[in-house]
């Protein structure tokens, strides 16, 4: 190992632990990142809560899990690794104390990190438990950098502070501070700001300071409290430099991004900002993105989104077993189909309207957008769960999940028997084309329980695939269709579309625009059904012996059985848009 390179690869080392473990207590009295960032900052970043951090990554039992996996073990054993301890001790050896405590210290009363408009740079400040921690560490760390790059990399001056140089920038220590940053314009400026400001008087806004910008203060002040991390970006300010232009255009690329996003995007076209929020715990975390809205930012090209006086809420969706993932969201398709010439380019309404024709022809000469699509509720839910072959005779090889959507009828009266007509044509279809193409043929059925009706299809097994555990991948599918009262179910399967056309209802989140929740333990069932195929593309596609392909999807399955699940929700309320994602994860004994 290169000695004479150590001091700056601790630096580097030391620069990204340091970006994860802070602590403070914020005061209005004292000087905050905020007076010494330029008004002109577009993006920032705050992490100010302390050891809880830092103690919850590290002392969490899934850590020592972690640590006592064979490929975590064998990690140890790479290079790479060994010269990681080795710059780590070498660190130690210089500070005088353990890397940890260390770190704590020197980050105690916080990092933040800022991009500037005006240069175009970007500055890292992190604040030290006090000027002797910091004072150190530029002796021991900095200067020790210095010193075993030579001559050239004698530092430069500025108001008689020693600027160290880095590969990509530069740095200072003022005080309790480290200043770190890659443009010399905006460095010295905010070391100005420091220098002159009074430490013995309570600080106030700063004119010309990000501190004064009043979207920030906006954004600071509905800040949660709980949070580990804070960020902050000035729409506004991009807007007006006329950066990000494919972001606040107006138009999405296509039905599906205009579908999940279009409403966002219209927000974002008028927002002066947006703030996040993360909250880390032993338990999992919590990042929410929210943004100032109004209802009249949503044109009415895109009402679709939101809905009438922007109150569409996900649907009530019905539970069943083993459910991999649920997603219930309001999105009014029918007038987003008809409003398409004033959302997409040129060359994606000609496809619409290509599309369009087909369908209708399809539907018996009915308009797709109004009379279709129109004969739907804007509730719409989709459903994946893992499918059980219990009992089946004909099992293929890669076993996948089934999945449904979930939707309510205008008039059930009259649609029921459209629909039904239509799911047998296209079955018919499906037959003709699979003929041609070799394939086996479904053969449909017709049941009515009580108010339910099932038309259900299954494809026959010639005598090759009958009683067969490896049989084609079209055998996880028996394309069905339920109707329940103003329910309808469209399902890859029989068995789930007979389970959700009579399964209670319950709610995800009563208030939520979208809605998704994902279950982690499903997933590592579903992922273990296919074991031995995800074995052998491993040893294909890696080139790995079968040992090493089980112990690759051994780990696979182990790390995201740390996970219980995961959810999101897309969450409209009085003057704000917030976008809410958690993770959990399961308890470690």
Avoid at 58 to 78: W, Y
Avoid at 107 to 135: H, N, P
Avoid at 306 to 323: I, K, Y
Wanted: hydrophobic share 40%.
């Amino acid at each position: 190992m290169n000695m004479s390179k150590m001091p700056k690869r601790i630096v580097t080392c030391l620069l990204c632990l340091i970006t994860w473990f802070p602590e403070t207590e914020l005061n209005a009295a004292e000087i905050q990142a905020s007076h010494l960032l330029p008004e002109s900052i577009v993006g920032f970043v705050a992490i100010d809560s302390p050891k809880s951090l830092l103690g919850t990554v590290l002392d969490h039992p899934l850590n020592a899990r972690i640590q006592g996996l064979d490929v975590f073990k064998k990690a140890t054993m790479s290079e790479g690794y060994r010269s990681f301890l080795t710059g780590r001790k070498f660190f130690e050896l210089q500070i005088g104390k353990d890397w940890r405590p260390a770190i704590e210290d020197l980050t105690s009363q916080g990092i933040y990190g800022g991009f500037d408009r005006a240069t175009e740079g970007g500055v890292l400040l992190v604040r030290a438990k006090d000027e002797t921690t910091m004072e150190n560490f530029r002796v021991k760390i900095l200067e020790l950098t210095r010193l075993s790059g030579g001559a050239a990399a004698k530092p430069d001056d500025y108001r008689d502070l020693p600027i160290y140089k880095l590969d990509k920038g530069g740095a200072v220590v003022v005080r309790e501070w480290l200043i770190l940053t890659n443009n010399a314009e905006l460095g010295k400026g905010v070391i100005d700001r420091l220098l002159d400001q009074s430490t013995n008087e309570p600080i106030a806004d700063v004119a010309g300071t990000l501190s004064s910008n009043a979207r920030f203060k906006s954004a600071e002040a509905a800040r949660k409290k709980e949070s580990h991390n804070w960020a902050f970006v000035d729409l506004q300010a991009i807007r007006d430099a006329g950066a990000a232009k494919k972001l606040f255009e107006g138009k999405a690329e296509n039905p599906l991004a205009e579908l999940l996003i279009g409403g966002i995007q219209s927000t974002l076209q008028h927002s002066p900002y947006v703030a996040a929020n993360l909250v880390v715990a032993s338990t999992g975390l919590k990042l929410e993105f929210a943004t100032p809205y109004q209802a009249d930012w949503i044109p009415e090209e895109r009402a679709y989104y939101f809905g009438p006086e922007n109150s569409g809420t996900a649907p009530v969706l019905p539970g069943v077993p083993e459910t991999l993932l649920t997603l219930g969201t309001y999105r009014n398709v029918s007038e987003m189909w008809m409003r398409a010439g004033d959302l997409f380019n040129e060359q994606t309404n000609d496809k619409l309207a290509e599309a369009d024709s087909g369908l209708s022809t399809i539907f018996a000469g009915r308009d797709f957008g109004e009379e279709i699509l129109g004969s739907f509720e804007s509730q719409i839910g989709i459903i994946v769960t893992r499918q059980s072959f219990a009992g089946a005779t004909t099992i293929p090889a890669i076993k996948l999940p089934a999945f449904a959507m979930v939707l309510k009828l205008r008039d059930p009266e009259t649609m029921r028997s459209e629909l039904r007509r239509t799911f047998q044509s296209a079955i018919g279809f499906f037959n003709i084309v699979g003929a041609q193409n070799g394939q086996p043929q479904l053969e449909m059925d017709m049941q009515k329980v009580g108010d339910v009706d099932l038309i259900t299809s299954r494809y026959l097994a010639t005598k090759k695939d009958k009683d067969s555990t490896s049989a084609p991948i079209l055998f996880n599918f028996s394309p069905s269709a339920g109707f329940n009262g103003d329910q309808f179910v469209l399902a890859s399967t029989a068995d789930l579309a007979q389970q959700l056309s009579v399964a209670p209802h319950f709610g995800l989140h009563p208030t939520a625009n979208t809605c998704v929740a994902f279950d982690a333990g499903v997933a590592v069932s579903a992922l273990d059904d296919n074991r031995e195929q995800l074995i052998s593309q491993n040893m294909l596609s890696e080139g790995n012996s079968r040992e090493e392909a089980e112990a690759a999807i051994g780990l696979l399955l182990e790390i995201l059985g740390c996970f219980k699940g995961a959810g999101l929700n897309l969450d409209r309320s009085p003057g704000q848009l917030a976008l809410r994602i958690n993770l959990e994860l399961n308890e470690v004994r």
